[in-house]
Structure formats: structure tokens, C-alpha cells
């Protein structure tokens, strides 16, 4: 993508409005832009970001087992009032009537419509285990919507939903998205730790919420200095291997940590004063098992081998993938703008022309884009016609992983200089050279 004709409308101040890091530097970055409040448009260097970061979550899940659909953003009311949750769920949900003055809403979760696909195709034992998700838009009326996209009314959301025969069958289900969780966001850079959690207006009685820990986090949150130090990523998972897939579960579920409402004292005290952690942290996914509460109203029932009908035991999962955008930039940043870690970032490099009117460097470059391309790697081309102060200052807010760059200097002797965003380290290298960090296996 060449710069020149790319939509990207960055800001040299600060926007008054964004009281967060994340947000002044998304905002700052022409990543996004508010449409009302809670409500953002996601410009092009944005929605790159969320695809990748809803491509990663998508692989995590395919990886666990889970099948993708698609359910729609409008749903009736009629379900939630099948499950007594239209009532419950108060000014938070978004109430619409149609033309013909049927109730609809915007749907702030889906365990009633996934309740109400699965009752209406599966009967049988055979028919579990399954486990569907979709990644798709939620809209809640959140009475303070703050801090960009990590607390929007409209978002976007990734949820899964189980379905099995057994409790037994429902915790591996659990379980096993418990790992999914982790792996998804450790891909993304993310120290992301499991947190004992409230189970809230869905109900149930296991929960846990996936916690990353930032001082602009609404969530207080305890935890042993263990639990950080995990890696969730150094081990191949079979995801068919109960007792596997258990252990890895109960080696995190040993180590304290809580968020605020399951918060406990005596359990927190009796952790060695230096391994005590006590933070704000960010809700970057949260999953329930709730057994039969929404099958039992809705009626969705399995017939066992012996031909005895049971309530569906079902779980939910959800991953804030919009939230999970501002929230990498608050783990990833520094004073001169974002730092994508590789896997989300919207382009690999930003390449570097310092002299647009100088043909060497504009051959040179112009060699190096095509070069890149041809290869499959993803580049931002800066070819406008700006100052190399104002150019670098545009790469480092926007945060590509690498910039390589292309100045008359280092032309004459055959090299151009790469630098690495994170660390800042620069290295002059001859063109093929630089071109084979990309390109080499
Ligand atoms: P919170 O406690 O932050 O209000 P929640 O518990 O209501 O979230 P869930 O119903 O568990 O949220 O939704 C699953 C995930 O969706 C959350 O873990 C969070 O990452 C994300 N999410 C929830 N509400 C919002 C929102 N208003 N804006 C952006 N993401 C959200
Ligand atoms: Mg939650």
C-alpha cells in the first residue's frame, strides 16, 4: 500500500476527548473515528488490526474444535422472554419495533437464539458434543461508554456456545476453551491471566474472566506473581485428551487469582508477600458454564441411549475482539505511538523513502516495495513527498514491527537501514540483505 494514496487520517495533538493512552493513540493514528458515543467507524489501518486479531481468534477456536456461524445482529424478543431474560436484562438492551409492532432488539449476547438453532435440529445423545460461535456485532447501552472501543455500545464480539449430554462432557467443553483462551491471547502478545470471576446476569456457577493487567483497567483484580509467568504457548495441546487438556487447566486454577467480587482475603494473604499482586486489570474474554439454565426454559432436551430426556448442558465464551485492539496498545506502546506485536500488526513494515525527488532513492524503493510484494509481505510505502521528521514520526505512531529505510547516504554505499519499532535498534544493511529478513523462510 502506498501512503500517498492511502486513507489514513493521523493527528499531530492530542484529541481532548480520549482520557486513555489507547484511545489518544487510536484516535491519533486514524484508526478509528466516533460516530455517536460508544460507536465507532473503523478506518483502514483499524480494520486491518481487527481482522487480524479476529483471524487469530478464529484459528484458536477451529484449533479447539469449535464450528463458526453466523446469527444476525436483530433478534426477537419472543426467545428472551421464553428464558425471563427480556425484562431482566433492563436499559441496557437496545428495543426496537418493527412495522408490524413485533418487539425486536439488537442483541447484546445470544444464548437464547443459539439455544433456539440447537433445540430445533439436535434431540439425541449423538448429536453432543458440539460447540458454535460467531464473531459478530453486539450492541449494549452502556450507561458510561469510555475509553474508545474498550467500552463501546456497539462492539465487537466473538461468543461461543456448548452443547453436551453430561456435566462431566460440559466441564471438558470448558475446559477446553479455557485453553483456547489462553493460546488466542498469548498469539497476540498478550499476558492474559485466568481470574476466578462472578458469573453475573447469565448465571451459573464456574467462571472465569481472562484479565490483562494495565493501570486504565476498570476491573480490580489479586493475583499470585505466578500466574504471570506462564507461557501458554510452549506446549502443542491435543484438545481430545481430557486428562491433558485438565491439567493444563488445573496447573493455572492453582495459582490465586481473582477478580474483585470472588476476591478472598485469607487465600490472597496466605501467598508470600513478593509473589502478591494487586492491580487494575482488562476483561479481554470471560467464560461461563451454566448447565441448563437457558435449555430448561427454552426446552432444549437430548434423549440419553436409555431414552430418558435431559436438559442440554451449554457454556458460553466470549472475547471482547474490539476491545482486544485498544487493549494491545495499552500492554504495547511508548511515548512516540503504538508498537504492534507482529501477529496483530496492520502492516509488517513501513517502508521509507527519505527523498521522493531523488530517483536513485525512488528506484531503490520503488524496488524494495515490488520486491516485498511479490513475496507476500505486508508494507505501508511512505512515497509522499514529506519531511524525514515528519515521516518518522508517522511510522512510529502508527507502529509497524520494522521500518526500512531508503535515504541517499547509505544508497551511495548500497545500503538501507532497518529498524526494529519495539527496541528501536537500526542496523544499515545492503538491499538484499534487508529484503532476505522478510523473505527467507
Ligand atoms: P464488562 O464486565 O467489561 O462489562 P461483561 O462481563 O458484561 O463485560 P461479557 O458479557 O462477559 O462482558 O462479554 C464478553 C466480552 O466482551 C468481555 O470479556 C469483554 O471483553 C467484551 N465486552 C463486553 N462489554 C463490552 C463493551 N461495552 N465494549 C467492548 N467490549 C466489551
Ligand atoms: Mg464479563
Known amino acids: 500500500m502506498r501512503l500517498s494514496t492511502y486513507f ?21 493514528a486514524g484508526m478509528v473515528r466516533q460516530a455517536s458515543a460508544g460507536i465507532y467507524s473503523w478506518l483502514p489501518l483499524g480494520f486491518r488490526v481487527l481482522k487480524r486479531i479476529e483471524q487469530i481468534v478464529r484459528e484458536e477456536q477451529d484449533a479447539s474444535g469449535a464450528q463458526e456461524l453466523l446469527m444476525p445482529t436483530i433478534q426477537s424478543a419472543d426467545l428472551w422472554r421464553e428464558s425471563g431474560r427480556y425484562d431482566d436484562y433492563g436499559k441496557e438492551m437496545l428495543r ?88 488466542t491471547f498469548a498469539r497476540m502478545g498478550l499476558k492474559a491471566i485466568p481470574m476466578q470471576a462472578d458469573t453475573g446476569p447469565i448465571g451459573g456457577d464456574l467462571s472465569h474472566e481472562f484479565i490483562i493487567l494495565a493501570d486504565t483497567g476498570e476491573s480490580q483484580v489479586y493475583c499470585d506473581r505466578d500466574a ?35 476476591h478472598d482475603e485469607a487465600a490472597y494473604a496466605a501467598i508470600p508477600e ?33 431414552g430418558e430426556t435431559v436438559p442440554v448442558e451449554m457454556g458460553s465464551y466470549g472475547i471482547g475482539v474490539s476491545r482486544l ?4 496498545i495499552e500492554a504495547s506502546h511508548d511515548d512516540r505511538g503504538i508498537v504492534w506485536p507482529e501477529s496483530v500488526a496492520p502492516f509488517r513494515v513501513g517502508l521509507v523513502n527519505l527523498r521522493v525527488g531523488d530517483a536513485a532513492c525512488s528506484e531503490a524503493s520503488g524496488k524494495i516495495y515490488s520486491a516485498l510484494r511479490a513475496a507476500g509481505i505486508e508494507v505501508l510505502y511512505d512515497d509522499r513527498d514529506e519531511s524525514p521528521g515528519a515521516k518518522f ?15 541517499p547516504r547509505g544508497l551511495a554505499q548500497g545500503l538501507v537501514e532497518l529498524k526494529e519499532r519495539r527496541t528501536g535498534a537500526k542496523e544499515d544493511l545492503p538491499i538484499d540483505a534487508a529484503l532476505a529478513r522478510f523473505t527467507a523462510a
Open 96 to 183: 426496537i419495533v418493527d412495522r408490524h409492532e413485533r418487539d425486536m432488539l439488537y442483541g447484546p449476547t445470544n444464548e437464547e437464539l443459539i439455544t433456539d438453532i440447537f433445540r430445533g435440529a439436535s434431540k439425541s445423545w449423538r448429536d453432543v458434543p458440539r460447540n458454535l460461535y460467531h464473531i459478530q456485532w453486539k450492541f449494549r447501552d452502556e450507561v458510561r461508554p469510555r475509553f474508545g472501543v474498550m467500552r463501546g455500545r456497539e462492539f465487537l464480539m466473538k461468543d461461543a456456545y456448548s452443547f453436551d449430554l453430561t456435566k462431566e462432557d460440559a466441564r471438558h467443553s470448558y475446559n477446553k476453551m479455557f485453553v483456547a483462551y489462553l493460546r
Open 8 to 28: 489514513l487520517p493521523t493527528l499531530r495533538e492530542n484529541p481532548s476527548e480520549a482520557q486513555i493512552v489507547s484511545h489518544r493513540l487510536m484516535l491519533r
Open 393 to 407: 514520526a508517522t511510522m512510529d505512531l502508527i507502529g509497524l514491527p520494522w521500518q526500512l529505510v531508503v535515504g
Open 325 to 328: 485492539v485498544g487493549a494491545i
Open 228 to 262: 504471570i509467568e506462564f507461557d501458554p504457548l510452549a506446549e502443542a495441546v491435543d484438545f481430545d485428551d481430557r486428562a491433558g487438556v485438565q491439567s493444563i487447566v488445573d496447573r493455572w486454577t492453582s495459582v490465586y487469582a481473582a477478580t474483585d467480587e470472588k
Open 274 to 306: 513478593g509473589r502478591r499482586v494487586s492491580a487494575r486489570g482488562i476483561e479481554v474474554g470471560h467464560i461461563f458454564y451454566f448447565g441448563s439454565k437457558y435449555s430448561k426454559p427454552l426446552g432444549a432436551v437430548l434423549a440419553k441411549p436409555d
